[in-house]
Structure formats: C-alpha cells, structure tokens
C-alpha cells in the first residue's frame, strides 16, 4: 500500500501526451477508489443478507472490517500522495485525522445536541413544548426514586469500591503473595455485569424456610438460625445495596490496581524517615500515603462515579427495575424504548450529561494547562 | 535493647501474620461468588435447584438409611408410636430425633405414608456432569420430571452462535477504533494544520460523555440507513463510543515518542504514511495492546448498546444479550444459566490473564493522567 514515490510516467511528449497522462492519473485516482467501495459494498450486502454458516459469516465479518478500515486509510493515502506537493500537505493530515473527527462528530458531538433538540419535543417528537419535559423529569415519582437510588449507587458504591481498593492495596503491599491476591480481586473486571448477575444469583437466591437454600447468602442466615431473605427484591430500599455490592466486587480491582501503582511510586525514603521518628503504621498511612496519592483517589473516585452514574447492566439482569431499584439508566431505557416517550426519555439523557459536566471541565482545564500541545 | 528488639521482631511477626491472613480471607470472599459459578455449572439441572453448590464438599447431612409401612393399627390422629419415639402425625411430618441420633420422618399422606429413617453422615455430592455444557452449546435437548411424574423435553439453548457474533461484534470493533485513533493520535501529534488544537479539544471534551445521550439519534440515523441489526452498524457504534479515549490514550503516547526517529526518517525522505506503518505503530505496540484489552473487554462485555442496535436481530444476538434473555424467560433453567454464563467468561479471562501486564498499564495510562 505504500506508494511513497510517485509512479513513474512516461516522459510527455508534448500538449497531448501531457493531457493524455494526467488524465490516465486521473482516471486511475477515481477508479481505485471506486472499485474499493464497490469490493466492500459487496461485503456488506454478502453479511447481510447471506445464509452462510455462522462460523463462515463471522470470518468474513471480521476480515472484511478489519481489512476494509485499513483498505480505505491505504487507498485515501494512495490519492493524496499522487497529487501535487501543495495539495498533499494541505489534505494529508485530514486523511490521518478526518476520519476519527467526522465518526466523534457524527457519534457523539451532534447527538448531543439532536438529543437536547428531542427533549424539547413532544413524546412523538413533532410539537415543541419547552421544558416540559424537565419538569416532568423531576416531579415524576419513578424519576425521583430513579434519582435517590443513582445517588445511593454514586455514594456508597465510590466509597466502597475505593476503601477497599486502597485497603487492599495497602495489604497487598505488605504480603507475601501480593501478585495471586491482586490477581484474583482484579478478575472480576473481566467479567460482564450480566454474567455477574448470574453469578450473584447464586449468592442471593432465596428459597422456602422448609427447603435446603441454594443462595450462599440465606444458607449461611439459615444455619445462624435467622430466617431467610429476598435479598434483592423485598428488603426496600437496603435491596438497592445488595445490587451495589456486585458493582463493587466488579470494580475494586480497578481501584486497587491504581492505588497500588500510586503507592508504589511514593519515595521509600520519606515512608523510612516517618517510621524511624517514631510513627504508628495508621499514622504513615493516614499522613504521609494518602496525602501523596491524593490526585490518584480523586482520579478513581471520580471514574467510579460516572460510572456507577450509568449503572444499567446490573439492575437489568438483577430486577428489572422492579422492587424500587430502578436508576436513571434504567428508566431512561425504559421511557424511550418501552413507552415510547422520546421527550421524556432525552430529558433523561441530557439529565446524565448534566451531571458529568464538571467533569468535563475539569479535563478541558487540564488540556489547556498542558503546555506542549 | 535485646529485648525491645525481640519484641519488635515478634510484632512484626505477629503484624505480618495479621496482614497475610486479612488479605487471604479478603481474596477468598472476591473469589467464592465466582468459584460457585463454576463449580454449578458441572452439576445436575436437578443438583442445582434442590441443593447448594457447596454440598459438593464433605458436609454433614441427613441420609436415608431404611423406610417401611407404618402399622394400620395405629391411631394417626392422636399420639403414635413409632421406632421407641412418640408424636402426633405432625410432628412426625416435621421429623423427630430418636436419642441414639437418627430421624424418624413420615413422608407422604397420612393414611398412606412411608417412614424414613435418616441418619447424619458425613456426605459429599460428587454427581458432576458434562450436559449443561452440551445444552448450551449444541442445543441438545434435555428431559426434565416433573411433579406429577411425567417426563417433559426441553429444546437446550444454541450458545454457538451467540459465541461466534460476539467474536465477529468484537474483534472489529476493537480494532477499527485502535487503528482510526491510531492515525489520529499520529495526525494530532506529528502534523500541523488549522483547527488542530480545536479539533483536539472536542476529543478531550467528549471523553467524559455518557453514551446514553446518543442511543436515541444513532438509532434514528441507523433506521434510516438500514443500519440497524447489522455489524457494520454496531462495530461503528463502538468504535464511536471508544474512540475519545483511544485517541486520547495513543496521543499521549505517540507524541512522547523521540522526535529525531521521526525527523532522520523525514530526511530520508520517508512519506507520513511510511513512517506511520512502518515506524510509528510497532513502537505503539504496548499502548495499542493496553487500549486494546480495554476495548476488547468493554465490547465483550458490553449489554447496552448490543440491546438497542442489536435487539431487533434475533440472529445476529451477541452473548450477553443471550444470556440476560435466559435470565428473565427461563428463571428456571439455571443449569442452562451457569454453563453460559460460564462460556462467556471464558475468553475475556484468557485475555485477561495472558495479557493482564499490559491491562494494568493501560488502567494506569488512562486513569492517572487522564
């Protein structure tokens, strides 16, 4: 694919010769191009509709993707660099950028705005109503426990994931088998919040009082002599908190692996010059490490915060959004796709948005304060 | 001085028996929910539903050991006696402790019932099997009994095919970000040209944005464009929620990469294109894999937007939409639950841990400086 000289031509012979070549150059920068979009058009026509076997489909698919992206990157550059200096270095770096800019436009830039236009609208998206659907938003009483539980998810989840993730980073640390440990608490990042689920089930199932239990949870209540429980479903609104335990077993990993690495990176010295003048342990711990890995607790603290803001997965799988679990997600999910309401449910939209817009300057401000860009 | 030494030996001791033990008993409750996952996923549709699986470890339970008519003789509605213990018919339905240890317990109705006798042994339920596996996988079918006695047959689940889209969802969908963030982070690195600062700023902007707020006009465009149920449609629909960190990500990257490589290949007389595939991504290759695990995992994973580009597509259904669908219209069918749920499992956790050095670098890249 690489054509970093230009092909060579044969010498013009003359006004005709001259034209004659530069319109074969042309031609052949169009028809490449052309033939490209037709061989890939046909890839997607063939995946599609084929009725090819699963396994036959699937290595199309992925060959055809992979290879038609790298394809189109290959041919755009191919033509740029047959054309003139000047246009080269004009339309080269829009090659290499365009297409991410035009796919973050096209995904996430203009969405935005389209969403914030739709929640202006009526349910059918057709009469303009104002903020009727804000104030709809924020006095329905779904909402209003949708909001509470987000918040409850926000708070105790973040603060949750990120005690234990500093706490076992800081035993971790201290062990003799830190790399099985982090391993094992980090693995449950690789699993997906509906296997979780699934997982989970196994721990909060509930059974008759007369019946062996299969949920861990209520065999261990039962053989203590307590009465089992519907963990997820009847004790409102503590059930809420047997959902955020998933997503903190999902996500002190995270917290750990970072809180690690910062720990790490604390200059042994200053930890030695603290313990010799005489320092308890809790006091090293409280004065010197968390001082010094404080913007890494403000980064995790943060990342875990908008996400649990978009918690969706879990609730889904777990209730449905019944037994008053429902989050801002959920009911977002629920609002567009089930009722159909595409006001109310982009007013929901823009509500999350809102909520991490803090965020968003806090990162712009930090991209302006970067000095080399 | 000795002995204050010895002393401060022996809490170090004591402080790091205290720290290993803490830690161990923290790693042991991360890693039960999933080990129960695992192991039910070999036991009997029937194993599972009437039993936990930690029976499967040696455990004490009631066995029964032998059973017989009760004497007709006996008046069932006041106080019997039966095997030297005495009770009403209730007490007996609810099972009485004899003094040498065992259980008297009337199974049954009471004008024709049996006795059981039961004694406590130490047991293990060891009846492992293979079937949940070859339910999902092949669709094989499988026969439940039900109360009544009768036999009823049940079509197994085809997770094959659920498997093999989500590797043609994946794969993709983690490559065609990596590579267009890839000439991006080069293209805002290396080149000059107007709006770079601009356009780089609308990358960090939209990095925080949840993806929520686009669902509901990509859905449109995609209805309009008959976009909708395809890969293509949900390979870009990834690559456009993953691109602001990828190309964040490999900018920080490729731009602290030494600028004399760059420039003795400039004077060469190498073209931008050259020096991107040929130099740039093969010194990238740790800050794409680190991306790349990221992404392969979030996609893998991914339930959300599978549902809303995917969800009218019953053939091109991805794994998780597969197994969440299991959830709510089969509760029953766990063992069909655990087997998928585990196969789902699998190829993340192969990626993760093969490539768990490059993962965790990643994290750190993405959270610390961003």
């Known amino acids: 694919m690489q054509h970093s000289t230009p092909i060579p031509t044969a010498t013009p012979n003359g006004f005709f010769g001259h034209l004659a070549t530069n319109v074969g150059r042309i031609l052949i920068s169009l028809i490449v191009p052309i033939v490209t979009f037709v061989v890939l058009w046909q890839g997607f026509l063939f995946l599609r509709d084929s009725n090819a076997p699963k396994l036959v489909i699937a290595l199309v698919a992925i ?197 690690s690495a910062a720990i790490k990176g604390i200059p042994a010295e200053i930890l030695e010059a603290a313990r010799v003048d005489g320092a308890k342990e809790l006091q090293v711990f409280f004065s010197i490490m968390i001082p010094s890995i404080m913007s890494t607790i403000i980064t995790v603290t943060t990342t875990v915060v908008i996400f649990t803001l978009k918690i969706f997965d879990v609730v889904i799988v777990m209730t449905g959004g019944q037994f008053g679990t429902e989050v801002i997600a959920t009911q977002f999910y629920r609002q567009y796709f089930s009722n159909r309401n595409f006001g109310f449910g982009s007013a929901i939209a823009v509500i999350l948005l809102v909520a991490v817009i803090p965020v968003m300057i806090y990162n712009l401000r930090r991209f302006r304060e970067q000095e080399a860009f | 001085m000795s002995t204050t030494m010895a002393g401060s030996n022996k809490n170090k001791r004591l402080s790091s028996i205290l720290i290993n033990g803490v830690l161990a008993l923290i790693c042991l409750i991360w890693t039960i929910p999933t080990i129960g996952l695992l192991v039910s996923s070999f036991r009997t549709r029937d194993d599972i539903q009437t039993s936990g699986w930690w029976t499967i470890l040696p455990h ?166 008959d976009l909708n149920g395809t890969f293509l449609g949900v390979w870009l629909a990834h690559t456009g929620f993953g691109l602001p960190l990828a190309t964040y990500l490999l900018y920080n990257y490729i731009s602290g990469l030494p600028r004399d490589i760059l420039e003795s290949a400039f004077i060469d007389g190498a073209s931008h294109f050259t020096i991107f595939t040929r130099l740039i991504l093969p010194l990238s290759v740790p800050a794409l894999a680190s991306f790349a695990i990221f992404q392969f995992l979030w996609v893998w994973n991914d339930y959300l937007v599978a549902l809303i580009f995917i969800g009218s597509k019953p053939d091109v259904q991805v794994l998780t939409m597969r197994l969440a669908e299991i959830v709510g219209s089969r509760g029953a069918d766990w063992h069909l639950l655990t087997a998928g749920a585990f196969i789902s499992m699998i190829l993340p956790l192969i990626v993760f841990f093969s490539l768990q050095r490059f993962f965790v670098r990643g994290l750190m890249a993405g959270s610390v400086k961003g």
Not at chain 1, 229 to 235: G, N, Y
Not at chain 2, 169 to 198: D, E, K, N, Q, S
């Open chain 1, 63 to 259: 060959v055809w993707g992979v290879g038609g992206v790298a394809l189109l990157y290959g041919v755009a550059n191919w033509v740029v660099e047959r054309m003139s200096e000047h246009w080269r270095s004009h339309l080269q770096p829009f090659i290499f950028v365009g297409p991410a800019v035009a796919i973050l436009i096209w995904y996430l830039a203009l969405p935005t705005l389209r969403t914030f236009w739709f929640s202006l609208l009526d349910r059918e998206s057709v009469n303009f109503v104002g903020l009727q659907n804000y104030v709809a938003v924020l006095t329905d009483r779904g909402m209003q426990e949708a909001f509470r539980n987000n918040l409850l998810w926000m708070v105790v989840g973040a603060s949750l994931s990120v005690v234990l993730g500093l706490v076992i980073a800081v035993l971790a640390d201290r062990s003799n088998f830190d790399r099985i440990a982090k391993s094992l608490i980090f693995l449950p990042m690789a699993i997906s919040m509906v296997g979780a689920g699934v997982i989970w089930n196994f721990i909060y199932e509930v059974r008759d009082v007369a019946d062996p239990q299969i949920g861990l949870l209520n065999a261990i209540v039962v053989g203590l002599g307590g009465q089992p429980q519907a963990w997820t479903s009847l004790i409102q609104p503590w059930n809420n908190l047997f959902l955020i335990v998933i997503v903190v077993w999902l996500q002190t990993g995270f917290a750990m692996v970072l809180f």
């Open chain 2, 60 to 225: 004490r339970e009631w066995v029964h050991t032998e059973e017989f008519k009760p004497d007709p003789s006996l008046d069932r509605d006041g106080v019997m006696e039966i095997s030297g213990v005495t009770g009403t018919f209730q007490e007996f339905r609810d099972g009485i402790q004899t003094p040498d240890g065992k259980r008297i317990i009337w199974i049954g109705n009471k004008r024709n019932g049996t006795i059981y006798v039961e004694e406590r042994e130490w047991t293990m339920r060891t009846d492992l099997t293979l079937e949940n596996y070859q339910n999902v996988l092949t669709g094989k079918q499988y026969q439940i009994t039900q109360a009544d006695g009768s036999v009823r047959t049940e079509q197994g689940d085809n997770f094959t095919g659920a498997f093999l889209n989500s590797v043609a969802v994946t794969i993709p969908a983690t490559v065609i970000p990596i590579l267009i963030a890839a000439f991006a982070a080069y293209g805002f690195a290396w080149m000059r040209f107007p709006g770079r600062r601009l356009l780089f700023t609308l990358v960090v902007a939209l990095l925080v944005v949840p993806l929520q707020i686009s669902l509901v006009p990509i859905l449109r465009d995609y209805v309009r464009l």
